[in-house]
Structure formats: C-alpha cells, structure tokens
C-alpha cells in the first residue's frame, strides 16, 4: 500500500490548478474564488472545447496542460425531476466525466485532486444529520439513485487511488447549493432557482397564484455557492483523509419555509398553491458538519443574505440565465 505525503498550508499561487466545470454553478464559483486568492494559472476548459465523456481528448488535455492540482467540478446535474426522468443520463455521462479526469489525473502525475459530490449519496432514510460515515447502510432515494451512485463511484476512485497510488486526492459533499450562475430552467433546476424564476415573473406579470411542486413538507439546507468555493480551498490546503467530508451549515428549513423567504426576496405577494402529483423527494438530507467543524471552517452567508444576492443576479442575468 502506498503512503499518501501531504502537508497542510497554502498551496503556491503560481501552481497550475485545472477546475473542471469551470462554467457551472461550483466551478465558477471556485474559479472567483481562486482568482480572488492570488491564483495566477487557472486552467479551464467550457465544454464545447473539451468534453469529458471524451477520454482520449481528456487524457491529450492533461498531457498538455500538466496540471498540479485538479478540482472536479464538472458534473450533469439537475433537480428532482431530471434526475427522475434522465437517470440513465445522470449515471452515465457521470460516471464517464469523473472515471475519464480521475484516470487521466491519475495517469499524468496529479498529486492533489479534490472531487465533489452530493449530499444525496446518503441513504433516503439514514439519520439525521447525516454523519459521513452513513455512506452505504441504506437503500437510496429512488428519484436520484443514479446520480447518487455515479458520485459514491468517484468517492471510491479516490479512495483507491490513494491506496494503490499515494496520492493525496481528497472528496467533499456539499449539500444543496444556490448562488450566482445556477441553472434557472423550469424543468431542468433546483427548487431555489425554480422558485426564484416562478415568483420573480408571477410578479412581473402580475399573477395571483404561483403552483409550486409536492406538499412542501420536505426538509432542505441550502449553503451558498460562495461558502463552498471558500471551503473548497480550506480543504485543498488543510484536508487530508480517505473519507469524504461534508460541507454545509448544519440547519434546514421546510420547502414551505424556503418557498417564504423566496417570495419575501422577490417581493411576491400572491397565492401558493401546492402541487401534489409532483414528487417530494427525499424527506429530509440535513449534514452533520461537525467533522468541517472540528477541521476549522464554517459558512459564512446566511440564507437570507444569500437569497437577496442570487435574486440580484438573477435580475441582472435574467436573460443569460434563460434556457
Ligand atoms: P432534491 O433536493 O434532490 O429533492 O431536488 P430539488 O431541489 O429539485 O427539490 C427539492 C424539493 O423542492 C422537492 O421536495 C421538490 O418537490 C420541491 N419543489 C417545489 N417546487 C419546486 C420546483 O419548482 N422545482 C424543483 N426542482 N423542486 C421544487
């Protein structure tokens, strides 16, 4: 068995660190977050010039470009009712994104690499909060199952390659995230997005009703995308273990709840109905920080703070955001 060597502190601003998914909600995020640092060789490709699911263009890029540190951030993602409709495409494109830039990491000397999955790797019915080492005691929540499986899949390639290889690659699960650069179609996004989308025109339009999807009783976190990209690099530069870490804040609130601050954000006054042949998901998937805790980070927006920012931009990008 290999040892793995890492020392904890600040990585060199000038080292080459490839983000991959630097377009997304987390890559953006962490590409700012990086840049704001003093990081002076970010590398990044959209999709258009370098697809993942493309192996033999993933390995010539990293042959090229030798990157030192690598963070994987490149995911398809989408809310309950993609991931419900589309599994086959969330196991799949998944697994050959992370099983594609692992590899060829892996292959072209990378010694760091920080992959990034989901809180929702944890069974539906597991205890809460979720403790990391809930991972596997339970059946998942059928209606993200496949995306579910394809990230515990990248949690056990980092894993063995840090027994086979030594190498300090570390992974993390944040919880829901929101924030600028998030996906704002009606079908294809995550319930704070969609709310946003739906009161913002309710209220331009001047509707009376909005139509939100199951009872509203599921239990969500929300962390704010700025706070993981921040954590994101306390753990590439103090984090080091086989066992994947948790990121978020520690608190959930009912969608109904969620759906109130929304409308509070936007300044929506009207109805809201509840739409019950939608489904409702896991009932609750709160994380047990306190291993990030321990390790010496906490998230720093509040909810309310974070809702009022994303809502500016949205306004701001109302157009781009568009699908
Ligand atoms: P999940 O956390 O994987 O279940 O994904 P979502 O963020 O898509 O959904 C969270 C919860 O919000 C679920 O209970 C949904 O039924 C509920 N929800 C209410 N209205 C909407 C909506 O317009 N879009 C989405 N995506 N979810 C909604």
């Known amino acids: 068995m290999a040892d793995v060597t890492f020392s904890p502190g600040p990585l060199p ?6 983000v991959a998914g630097h377009r997304g909600l987390v890559g953006s995020a962490i590409w700012r977050k990086l840049q704001a640092e003093g990081f002076t060789n970010l590398v990044g490709r959209t999709s258009a010039e370098l697809d993942l699911k493309d192996r033999a263009g993933v390995f010539e890029f990293f042959a090229a470009e030798r990157p030192a540190y690598v963070v994987l951030a490149a995911a398809k993602v989408g809310g309950i009712m993609a991931n419900n409709t589309y599994p086959v495409d969330f196991l799949s494109e998944n697994l050959q994104i992370q099983v ?11 010694e760091r690499l920080l992959f990034l999955g989901s809180s929702c790797i944890y069974p ?3 205890p809460q909060p979720l403790k990391e080492g809930y991972l596997l005691t339970g059946h998942l929540e059928p209606t993200n199952d496949a995306y579910a499986i ?25 919880t829901n995230l929101y924030g600028p650069g998030d996906n704002f179609s009606p079908t294809g996004s995550h319930v704070l997005p969609a709310l946003i989308r739906r009161y913002e025109e309710a209220r331009q339009s001047g509707a009376t009703t909005v139509v939100n999807w199951g009872t509203g009783s599921p239990l969500r976190e929300f962390l704010h ?49 509840w739409d019950t042949t939608k489904p409702d998901g896991t009932p609750r998937k709160l994380m047990d920080v306190s291993k990030l805790t321990a390790a010496g980070w906490t998230a720093s927006i509040g909810l ?4 009022e920012r994303t809502v500016a931009w949205y306004r701001a990008n109302v157009v781009a955001a568009r699908d």
């Open 150 to 174: 394809a990230k515990i899949a990248g949690i056990l390639q980092v894993q063995a390659v840090r027994r086979q290889y030594g190498r300090a690659w570390i992974s993390a699960m944040p």
């Open 225 to 273: 995308v700025d706070d993981l990209a921040d954590a994101c690099l306390f753990l590439l530069e103090h984090y080091d273990s086989p066992d994947h870490i948790n990121v978020g804040v520690g608190e959930d609130l009912t969608i109904k709840e969620i759906a109130g601050m929304v409308a509070h954000a936007v300044g929506y006054t009207g109805e809201v109905e």
């Open 13 to 18: 601003r000038d080292a080459k660190v490839y």
């Open 100 to 110: 594609n830039t692992m590899d060829a990491a892996l292959a072209h000397g990378v």
């Open 124 to 126: 539906k019915l597991a």
């Open 304 to 307: 309310r703070e974070g809702l």
